[in-house]
């Protein structure tokens, strides 16, 4: 069956911030200037928001340039933050530090406490009353290139395909979108994003990507252990001085708090598992009381690109261009990345809509670019170039030197640090190490990873094709458990992998490929790179409430 087709000025992958932020601002100018501007947005969640996770305290800067008036408009940003605590974890104590103290990246005094994926919601709705047609459930599966090599567009996969890869009687060819200009915003990890890397050399300038694995809960408390605004952050134990991370947890409104636990992929023991380490950290005496009494309510994971200015692509290419964190606009210092996210947005829009009314059409936006190096992000993201850098030395010297760098001098370092190794290089023989023994669940505090997923609400059609995909199906069993000891049935926080005994005796890796909350983690985080993350059918996946 033949594909058909549909043809607009831009089309843009992905309904995040990013993403929402390009249609709106592309609407916005073209109703500025009376054109008429053909705009889709297509999102693999079943809804917009569906697949958002963030922690989320949100800088509203961004916010403000886009659409002024979004407190009139009833946003869901009202939660503002009240207090800010940084404390410091040791097995059995916590040490606060002075605000005082605190360097400005750490700061929320003017920031608000929100559900990101009901903002994207509010997003979509701003973006559909401008005349963007939104299409959710519809997963972007492959790049379409013109003549010349640029791209000119999308095509969405098929829907109906069983898991031998044969059509069955379901079966729905996928639809192409064609555009002027078409707009990646996968977010962390892009499927098609990784490819337009390769393809064009985007990354040929820059330092590898680093990345991190957040993971979330959201939580209904106490209203005794409740203050609306309250942001807490925490580094520390359960974690080795060694390897980067730490907490968040985020007083929401109506009693939710949502908490989270962030892990660096550069860690070497092959043995940490950062599903449990988040467990643990819930079970310290400085936090439990925050859940005692309380119940949970969802559960989600997803990377995050953390390498900053640094380890930002080239971001734009014949035919398109990269925002938001398909990019990594992340600042990891503030732990915050959904400003930068819109701002990516608008600032691709600009140039996308300068070029349309100039005739123009899938040529490079170099325009996006310089832009960029103009504003008031690429300032921000500069101070913050050597965060990570930092942190990677250890978290007592990293600490201090953030502390001097932040500070003393306001991120204006008189040098540069470099990042020189990806993520899954990192990882070190199992030999070296010993195994962490974590804590049974105890069912109230901390939980096992299958009743978690359930609260993720994730489902995939079953009868399609395995959207992890091995590049050799010997490596997992050759080299990932006899070298590291299986690296991925820990780092995944789904329990999608699990090495099973044959009855030979011999060892092999099983894919439950339905628990995946697509976190992009095992795409990351593989030593040998053996493992592609591609989109499964649209709508597939896990449906975040709230998060």
Known sequence: ?????????????????????????????????????????????????????????????????????????????????????????????????????????????????????????????????????????????????????????????????????????????????????????????????????????????????????????????????????????????????????????????????????????????????????FQRYKTHPAIRGTFEGGKRIAYGARAIAAGGLLSLPKLAFPGGVLVGDEAGFLNASRIKGSHAAIKSGMLAAEAAFTALQAGRSADELDAYGKAFQDSWLFDELYRARNFKQWMAKGLYPGTLMVGIEQYLLGGKFPWTLRHRHADHECLRAAAEFQPIEYPKPDGKLSFDRLSSVFLSNTNHEENQPCHLTLKNAAVPVSVNLARYAGPEQRYCPAGVYEFLRNPDGSDRLQINAQNCVHCKTCDIKDPEQNIDWVVPEGGGGPNYPNM
């Open 1 to 277: 069956m033949a594909r058909e087709s549909m043809q607009f000025d831009v089309v843009i992958v992905g309904g995040g911030p990013a993403g929402l932020a390009t249609s709106i601002r592309l609407k916005q100018l073209a109703a500025d200037r009376r054109a008429e501007i053909g705009v889709c947005v297509l999102e693999k969640g079943s809804e917009i928001g569906a697949h958002i996770l963030s922690g989320a305290v949100m800088d509203p800067r961004a916010l403000d340039e886009l659409i002024p008036g979004w407190k009139e408009l009833d946003a869901p940003v009202k939660t503002p933050v009240s207090e800010d605590r940084f404390v410091f974890l040791t097995e059995s104590r916590s040490f606060r530090i002075p605000n005082i103290l605190l360097p400005e990246c750490f700061r929320n005094h003017g920031n608000y406490v929100v559900s990101l994926g009901n903002v994207c919601r509010w997003l979509g709705k701003q973006a559909e009353a401008l005349g963007v047609e939104i299409y959710p459930g519809f997963a972007a599966a492959e790049v379409l290139y013109d003549q010349k090599g640029g791209v000119r567009g999308v095509a969405t996969g098929d829907m109906g395909v069983g898991r031998d890869g044969t059509p069955t009687g379901q079966f729905q060819p996928g639809i192409e979108l064609h555009g002027k200009y078409t707009v990646f915003a996968e977010g962390c990890r892009g499927h098609l994003g990784r490819q337009l890397l390769e393809k064009f050399h985007l990354s040929e300038n820059c330092d590898p990507q680093v990345y991190g694995i957040g993971l979330k809960e959201l939580w209904e408390i106490d209203p005794a252990q409740h203050e609306p605004g309250r942001v807490v952050h925490s580094a520390g134990w359960p974690l080795d001085s060694d390897t980067y991370g730490g907490s968040f947890l985020y007083h929401m409104e109506r009693n939710l708090v949502s908490v989270g636990f962030v892990v660096g992929l550069a860690y070497a023991n092959p043995y940490l598992n950062p599903y449990e380490e």
